[in-house]
């Protein structure tokens, strides 16, 4: 899950074809092999979820999550090698972000209250 | 205004000292000289962007915009020297995160499907 102060999301047109909640969404789906479960773990209903994959799927050139047929709310689901590519990247750029501001971010916190810079 | 794909947030425990929106209402405040005319200006409420202005005075370690007692809503409001300085150095942190993943933000355009790439 990610608590990170650095949100980056990656537009495609008007929509956003991944950000730190689609990129939470594919790691529950890593985890729990289905989008119903995923939904579950994150508290969110299993129709965001479907829509954030589909949007995911549709924005990307390939799946990032391939769900197999059959049962009512599908017969599991895994994240793709495609998807995968696509998380790693997108958490690794999210991670240069803020080590590349890492300074600076701390000199911000030092013109806080004092009560923040004892927390 | 800022439509980044990067938004960053100073944490001041559970508040946000400052991010994308505090900073837009900053800029505002600064164009039209009071905290009415910046709310109407953004589009949000005089009590929306009175209690953003209340969370960054009480954040960091000095007032960031003072205010003219004196009539309803206010006698009129300008950011200080201290939150110039506060939001130059905030927008500069973004620029910069922004320039230090631009290469790799671009490598996953890439992986979008065609016709976002085109856009």
Redesign the interface.
């Known amino acids: 899950m990610s608590s990170s ?9 008007e929509l956003s ?2 950000g730190p909640g689609k990129a939470d969404l594919l790691d529950a789906i890593e985890s729990s092999g289905s989008i119903s479960a995923a939904a579950r773990n994150l508290g969110m209903s299993y129709k965001r979820a479907w829509d954030l994959v589909d949007t995911m799927n ?5 799946p990032l999550v391939s769900t197999a047929t059959g049962g009512s709310h599908g017969g599991g689901a895994q994240v793709t090698e ?1 998807g995968h ?2 998380l790693r ?2 958490r ?2 999210v991670v ?3 080590q ?2 890492a300074a ?2 701390q ?3 030092t ?6 810079a004892e ?1």
Chains 1, 2 share one sequence.
């Open positions: 102060n650095i949100k980056i999301r990656i537009p495609y047109g074809a991944m549709r924005c990307f050139s390939q495609f590519a696509v990247r997108y690794a750029l240069k972000a803020e590349s501001v600076e971010l000199e911000l916190v013109m806080l209250a004092l009560s923040a927390k």
